[in-house]
């Protein structure tokens, strides 16, 4: 792949997410217009399309695919529904193979009132259900720490040292993890946690935004990095001093956001990336 000119974004990747209001063909241009170098598709974005044409397009924008969003959502009350997630995992595995994009992304799903033990037990479960297939496309799974709040019903993985103890129990190298600061900057053990998980080769993507004070939303109320309290560029140094030297990747779920100009809020990320991460 050509390096990208604007070497101030050549480590910048978008979430599709982050734009909602366009449709993968105009992410894809729009991005590649500014200068970023990657984008991370969400699922959504490829419905009614041809998956191996579209990684193609973005290819041919001389944009890099970090990753699929998202896989996970293991738990299950039974063990019919279970195997349901499976099979959706399995398709995941499918398009992230057709899309070219090596990393899938894990919401690992958690069901409320079900213990978070043994809804971890089925996400180790499903993960290893799912893998062989992994192995087969040669497909990283990254397993994405929830923030506390989502212990309910997205995810009973919810810090670092809970998904490292998980990565540990499944050893395996295709497991890994997607470090995202919206959901790990209070954590006290960060520092160490993020270092025991480059030392174990499984970061396996960075994902940044900010914390708003106050949240209005639990899921989307995001705010751009720089308009709340997250210390981005100390989690980021972190991250870089335990060894990783992927995409920092900007994911904001924000309905403030998402009512605004697209093209005006490409431009603030540009920017608040440069300044604030
Ligand atoms: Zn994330």
Not at 202 to 208: D, E, K, M, P, T
Request: glycine residues 8%; hydrophobic residues 40%; aromatic residues 8%.
């Amino acid at each position: 792949m050509t390096p990208n000119p604007l070497t101030g974004l050549s480590r910048l990747c978008i979430h599709t997410i982050t734009t909602k209001p366009w449709s993968i063909e105009e992410a894809m241009d729009k991005y590649a217009q500014i200068g970023v170098g990657g984008i991370t598709v969400w699922r959504q974005w490829l419905d009614g399309h041809n998956i191996s044409i579209v990684g193609d397009q973005i290819r041919e924008r001389n944009l890099e695919i970090v990753s699929l969003c998202r896989g996970g959502f293991f738990p299950a009350p039974s063990p019919a529904e279970r195997k349901t997630a499976i099979e959706d995992n399995r398709l995941a595995i499918h398009e992230a193979a057709q899309l070219g994009a090596p990393t899938i992304v894990l919401v690992c799903g958690a069901v409320p009132g079900q213990p978070l033990e043994e809804s971890r037990k089925q996400i180790a479960d499903g993960i290893e259900a799912v893998l062989p297939l992994a192995e087969e496309h040669d497909i990283q799974l990254a397993i994405e720490p929830l923030h506390p709040m989502y212990a309910d019903d997205r995810s009973a993985i919810n810090s670092m040292a809970s998904a490292n103890a998980v990565c540990d129990h499944i050893d395996h190298p295709l497991v890994g993890i997607a470090a995202d600061v919206y959901h790990i900057w209070w954590d006290p053990d960060l520092e160490a946690q993020i270092t025991e998980a480059g030392e174990k080769d499984r970061l396996f993507a960075f994902h940044i935004c900010d914390w708003m004070t106050p949240t209005t939303d639990l899921l989307n109320d995001r705010g751009l990095m720089g308009e709340g309290c997250i210390d981005i560029p100390g989690i980021r140094a972190m991250v870089e001093a335990a060894g990783f030297d992927g995409y920092n990747e900007v994911e904001i779920f924000s309905d403030r956001w998402w009512k605004s100009d697209p093209d005006e809020f490409l431009l603030a990320i540009r920017e608040a990336y440069l300044t604030h991460s």
